[in-house]
């Protein structure tokens, strides 16, 4: 699936909050910030730091058993634009000029870094989820949502 530009532009900037969430073996959520994500060529790429971290045991569970994995972005939580990006597991790069671009980028930062490696995940589905947009669905989806929000009373 082609990702919207909307989404391109958030995931690719680097001010922008972004969150990766995998699984375990056991279906046990792990949640990470990920600063080095990136929108690269119809894929979502970023690079893993750590060889040994449960991100990384995670990555290599997901691929393997085929389970998906879900981005977070965040561009305005006032607007209430934030996308969910649920994906695949794709590949894991430790060689290349996609390793070499990150590589160069970590090292500016963290100049004794040895990353693990630049996880490829391919995007399967983009989820907006605005508050302001699911209400209204909600609201059409329901019936007699309207009248239910009165009965219920007035918030203090």
Same mark, same amino acid.
């Given at each position: 699936m082609q990702l919207p530009e909307e989404v391109v532009k958030l995931i690719n900037d680097p001010k922008k909050i972004k969150t990766l969430t995998t699984v375990d073996k056991a279906g046990n959520p792990h949640t990470v910030p990920i600063g080095s994500m990136t929108a690269l060529d119809g894929?979502?790429?970023?690079?893993?730091? =750590?060889?040994?971290?449960?991100?990384?045991?995670?990555?290599?569970?997901?691929?393997?058993?085929k389970k998906e994995v879900s981005v977070l972005v965040v561009d305005d *939580? +006032?607007? +209430?634009?934030? &996308?969910?990006?649920?994906?695949? /597991?794709?590949? =894991?790069l430790r060689q290349g000029p996609i390793w070499d671009k990150f590589l160069e980028e970590v090292w500016?930062?963290? /100049?004794?870094?040895? /990353?693990?490696?630049? *996880? =490829?995940?391919? /995007?399967?589905?983009?989820?907006? !989820?605005? &508050?302001?947009?699911?209400?209204?669905?909600?609201? +059409?989806?329901?019936?007699? *949502?309207?009248? *239910? !929000?009165?009965?219920? +009373?007035?918030?203090?």
């Open positions: 894929n979502i790429a970023f690079m893993e730091l =750590l060889d040994t971290c449960k991100t990384q045991k995670n990555m290599l569970n997901c691929y393997w058993f *939580w +006032g607007k +209430g634009d934030v &996308y969910q990006i649920k994906c695949s /597991p794709y590949k =894991l500016k930062i963290i /100049p004794d870094a040895d /990353p693990s490696g630049v *996880w =490829l995940i391919t /995007p399967k589905e983009v989820i907006n !989820q605005n &508050y302001f947009l699911r209400r209204k669905a909600e609201e +059409g989806r329901r019936a007699n *949502w309207r009248r *239910w !929000q009165t009965l219920k +009373g007035v918030r203090k």
